[in-house]
């Protein structure tokens, strides 16, 4: 069974990059046919899919974060990251790292960051 591990700091000043990785274990970020994506849950609101890093290495991000989002992956440490550049306040939430493979999905636990001064 996969499992995962998301690590980061927990506040980020606005205008600043939030960095988050996720720690594998129990599969190989570049097995066949996984998809390794960070999801977000701001408070009081569902969540939002911010983008995907599949078992090549191939990205793709939600358009409205486009411009801001970077996923990429650490294949020595079996672990992959996010970074939103240019944060606000409205990116404070509940950060998943997430992923699913031939039906199958495993989630972090989801780590709270939050943006403020």
């Known amino acids: 069974q996969v499992q995962m591990q998301e690590s980061g700091p927990g506040l980020v000043k606005p205008s600043q990059t939030l960095s988050l990785t996720c720690t594998v274990s129990?599969?190989?970020?570049?097995?066949?046919?996984?998809?390794w994506s960070w999801i977000r849950q701001p408070p009081g609101k569902g969540l939002e899919w911010m983008g995907v890093?599949?078992?090549?290495?191939?990205?793709y991000y939600n358009p409205s974060l486009k411009s801001r989002t970077s996923i990429s992956r650490d294949t020595s440490k079996n672990q992959f990251s996010l970074q939103l550049s240019s944060v606000t306040p409205e990116d404070t939430a509940v950060y998943y790292c997430?992923?699913?493979?031939?039906?199958?999905?495993?989630w972090g636990q989801g780590t709270q960051v939050t943006v403020s001064s």
């Open positions: 890093i599949s078992s090549d290495g191939n990205t």
């Open positions: 997430k992923v699913s493979r031939l039906g199958k999905t495993y």
């Open positions: 129990g599969g190989s970020i570049t097995g066949n046919y996984y998809a």
